[in-house]
C-alpha cells in the first residue's frame, strides 16, 4: 500500500484519497463521509473549533461564534497576508487555513491508521486569472502550508488532470477525453489522451494537449442567484427619498462567503441605521437590519446554495426563508438563475473554446466529456459545454471524489 496520499483542498469540500488495491482510495473524513466541508467555526460560547458539517451545525444551531468558508479563495490574494478577528484575538488568514489542512492531515491519517509524509496537492489550473506572479505566490504558499503540517515530500497537480486518472482507471480503451472540473471557486478544463496502457507511464506530460481553466464556480453561481432573486428582499434596488438607489456594497458583501463577516461591523450597522432614514421601503431595510443583527448572513448564503442545488434538478422551486422577518417563502425559476448566471457561463463556454482551439483538436475528435466538481450539475453550464461537442459520449464521474480518487493514483507514481 502506498505511502503518500492525494489532498483536495476545495473550495466548498475537501478530500484525501489513499490508493489501496481493491478498495476505495478516498478516506473517511466526517461521520462515515469521505468530504469534509471546507467550514471552520469557531464557537465562542464553548472556546472550541470545529469543522465541516460539525462547524454548520453549530453555525445553524446559534452558537455565538465566527463562520469561515471558501477558505481557499485567499489564496493568490493580498488577504493571505492579512488577519481577521476571532473570539477577541488576532488570527492571521495563513494560520487559519494552515489549521485547516492539518485537520485534514490528521483525520486522514486517524482513518488509514498511519502517518503521510507524502503528498500531492490538487491545484485549480489558474488560482487567479491572467495574473501569473499571483499564481505562482498561491502555489507557493500551499507548499509552505503542506511542510508546516508535516508533509516532506510535496508536489502539485491540476485538479482536472487529476479527475482524468480517475476516470482513466475505469476505461478499456483508448479515449481522447476532455475533463470539465466545475468547482466552487473556478472551472477547469483538460483535454488528455487516457488508456489503460497509458495509465502505466510516470510521466503523463505528452499526454495533457491542452489545459485551462476560469475563476468561475459554484459559489459565483449561489452569489448571483442570491443578489438577483433573494437581496431584493432587503432593499437591493430599492429607493432613497432622493431617487437613488439604496448602496449595493452590502449586498454584494452578504452574498459573498469570504466578505459576509464585513456586513457584522460596527461601521456598517451604523452606515445602513444612516440609510434608513432615507429609505423608501423601510420594511426590506428592517428585514436587513434585523439579518445583520441575528449574524445569519451565512445562513443565507446557504439558502442561496440550497436554491442552486434544487435548480439543477427542477424547472423551479420554493424557498423557505424562515430567519428573515417576516418569514418569507421565494418561488425560484431556472430560466431567471439562467440569466443571471449567463455572462459567466458564456466566460465558461468560450475557455473550453480556446482550449480546443490551443490543443488544435475538432471538437468532433472528443470521445468523452468527463463531468466533475460539485457544480457541473447546473443544467446551463453542461448545455453550453455539451453544445461544443455534440457527438461526445457524456459521463458523470463522482462529483466530489475523482479529484481526490485521481490524485491518490498520482501519489502511488510519484511517491511510491
Known amino acids: 500500500m502506498a505511502n503518500a496520499c492525494g489532498v483536495d483542498f476545495g473550495t466548498s469540500n475537501s478530500t484525501v484519497g489513499w490508493s489501496r488495491p481493491g478498495t476505495s482510495a478516498l478516506l473517511q473524513l466526517e461521520d462515515g463521509k469521505t468530504t469534509l466541508p471546507s467550514v471552520v467555526f469557531f464557537n465562542a460560547d464553548e472556546e472550541q473549533v470545529y469543522y465541516g458539517r460539525a462547524a454548520l451545525a453549530n453555525y445553524l444551531q446559534g452558537y455565538e461564534g465566527r463562520l469561515m468558508r471558501s477558505l481557499k479563495s485567499l489564496l493568490g490574494t493580498s488577504l493571505i497576508d492579512d488577519q481577521t478577528e476571532v473570539m477577541g484575538k488576532a488570527l492571521p488568514f495563513r494560520t487559519l487555513l494552515t489549521q485547516f489542512i492539518g485537520e485534514l492531515k490528521h483525520r486522514a491519517e486517524t482513518a488509514a491508521g498511519r502517518e503521510f509524509t507524502s503528498v500531492v496537492m490538487g491545484r485549480p489550473v489558474h488560482f487567479v486569472d491572467g495574473d501569473e506572479e499571483a499564481d505562482i505566490l498561491a502555489e507557493d504558499t500551499l507548499y509552505e502550508i503542506a511542510q508546516s503540517v508535516g508533509f516532506k515530500d510535496i508536489d502539485f497537480q491540476y485538479e482536472p488532470i487529476a479527475a482524468a486518472f480517475d476516470y482513466e482507471s475505469q476505461i478499456e480503451k483508448e479515449e481522447l477525453v476532455l475533463i470539465a472540473d466545475i468547482g466552487g471557486g473556478t472551472s477547469d478544463f483538460s483535454i488528455v489522451r487516457l488508456s489503460p496502457e497509458r495509465a502505466k507511464k510516470v510521466d503523463r506530460r505528452d499526454d495533457i494537449l491542452a489545459t485551462a481553466g476560469v475563476h468561475i464556480g459554484g459559489t459565483d453561481f449561489d452569489k448571483y442567484l442570491s443578489l438577483n432573486s433573494i437581496m431584493p428582499l432587503l432593499g437591493l434596488g430599492s429607493r432613497l427619498n432622493n431617487n437613488n438607489e439604496v448602496p449595493s456594497s452590502y449586498y454584494f458583501n452578504l452574498a ?101 482551439r490551443d490543443a488544435d483538436i475538432d471538437a468532433d475528435e472528443i470521445d468523452t466529456v468527463v463531468f466533475t466538481g460539485g457544480s457541473s450539475g447546473v443544467q446551463l453550464l453542461r448545455e453550453k459545454i455539451a453544445s461544443l461537442l455534440p457527438n461526445a459520449r457524456r459521463v458523470e464521474g463522482d462529483l466530489f471524489g475523482s479529484i481526490g480518487a485521481g490524485l491518490a493514483l498520482d501519489a502511488v507514481r510519484k511517491f511510491g
Open 256 to 356: 459573498t462567503w469570504h466578505t459576509i463577516n464585513l456586513a457584522y461591523t460596527q461601521k456598517t450597522w451604523l452606515q445602513i441605521k444612516d440609510i434608513y432614514r432615507d429609505a423608501r421601503e423601510k420594511d426590506k431595510l428592517d428585514s436587513l437590519l434585523n439579518l445583520i443583527e441575528n449574524r445569519s448572513g451565512h445562513w443565507l448564503a446557504l439558502k442561496a446554495e440550497e436554491g442552486k442545488i434544487a435548480l439543477s434538478a427542477e424547472l423551479e422551486t420554493q424557498l423557505v426563508l424562515e430567519r428573515l422577518s417576516p418569514t418569507h417563502t421565494l418561488t425560484l425559476k431556472r430560466d431567471e438563475f439562467d440569466e443571471a448566471i449567463y455572462r459567466m457561463v458564456t466566460n465558461v463556454e468560450n475557455t473550453v473554446a480556446d482550449l480546443l
